[in-house]
């Protein structure tokens, strides 16, 4: 079992920059390919970009391509999501995801573990 816990959200305007924490129980955490998730009122919840257990692979939503950068300390057991060039539309409740099987799944009902959510909010 994982426990996944989600920190760093806030306010800020837009162009603005944000780092986004992960943080994991568990002592096989690097077993674990993580995604990022969000899901803004009255939306689907959406990908946003997902690493291997190893940290050496990652792909991004296209939206996010270019401005989030996604990486992993499995020493510390905590993943990172670092936005920049942050827009109005990126607000949203951002959730970190993990499963065991395999890197690149990007449905949500692919994964088994979900944190509670952190709110990521950008003013124009």
Do not use: H
Request: glycine fraction near 12%; proline fraction near 2%.
């Amino acid at each position: 079992q994982v426990q996944l816990v989600e920190s760093g959200g806030g306010s800020v305007q837009a162009g603005g920059s944000l780092r986004l924490s992960c943080a994991a129980s568990g002592r096989t955490f690097s077993s674990y390919a993580v995604g990022w998730f969000r899901q803004a009122p009255g939306k689907e919840r959406e990908f946003v970009a997902v690493i291997s257990g190893a940290g050496g692979l990652t792909s991004y939503a296209d939206s996010v391509k270019g401005r989030f950068t996604m990486s992993r300390d499995n020493a510390k057991n905590t993943v990172y999501l670092q936005m920049s060039s942050l827009k109005p539309e990126d607000t949203a409740v951002y959730y970190c995801a993990a499963n065991d099987r395999r890197f690149g799944l990007r449905g949500d009902n692919e994964y088994d573990y979900w944190g509670q959510g952190t709110q990521v909010t950008i003013s124009s």
